[in-house]
């Protein structure tokens, strides 16, 4: 597979990338800072920039949206994924993979009630980003699947976790490594069987 990660110099992209380049597939790599891990094409450039965005994807069998905030950029998630969106759209790759956060949307049902009150208090910029970004991605005409982790550590993998649809009963919470993240992203793009789906993850 052709695999583009949008964010990927650092965090679960750079994560995603390493896993999905040591399972064979071939990745790119877009970031501001040029950084990829080895053995991975990188792209410079901000995504938000239409020619960056189309190079990024041209000749991908699937993108991946992992990237962050950005420091005095009010959408920055939002304004990200709307380009990458236009340039699937505009030259044909279909698969993507977008991740938001638990909060997100519809996902509040999913969170004990405490920590749902709580990243409303603390995390409301960050989810309303999210909330646009998931806008943007549903109603992309894409073949999407959005993933809302919780918290996020750099513990180890553990190869275990919970992912639920909001729907599915229980709750999930607490945090998940990055590192199973990075492993959970890499299995739900080439799974079909979670395309227009929304789904939480957590340990």
Do not use: C, F
């Not at 999913?110 to 549903?138: F, G, I, N, T, Y």
Request: charged share 20%; no cysteine; proline share 4%.
């Amino acid at each position: 597979m052709k695999l583009t990660i949008i964010g990927g110099s650092q965090g679960t992209g750079a994560l995603l990338a390493g896993l999905a380049r040591d399972a064979g597939h071939e990745v790119t790599v877009v970031s501001r800072s040029g950084n990829a891990p080895a053995g991975v094409r990188g792209v410079v450039g901000s995504a938000t920039d239409p020619a960056v965005a189309r190079e990024a994807v041209a000749g991908a069998d699937a993108v991946g949206v992992t990237v962050g905030g950005a420091k005095g950029v009010r959408r920055q998630r939002a304004e990200v994924t709307r380009s990458i969106v236009t340039a699937m759209t505009e030259s044909g790759p279909r698969r993507l993979v977008v991740q938001s956060s638990l909060g997100a949307g519809d996902s509040g049902a999913q969170m004990p009630l405490p920590l749902r009150l709580l990243m409303k208090a603390v995390l409301a910029a960050p989810l309303a980003d999210h909330d646009e970004q998931e806008s943007v991605v549903e109603s992309s005409g894409l073949d999407w699947t959005v993933v809302r982790p919780t918290g996020l550590t750099t513990r180890p993998a553990t190869g275990r976790w919970r992912a639920h649809e909001v729907g599915d009963g229980g709750t999930l919470g607490g945090s998940i490594p990055r590192a199973d993240l990075a492993a959970y992203l890499l299995e739900v793009l080439s799974d079909d069987s979670l395309i227009g789906k929304a789904v939480g993850i957590s340990s």
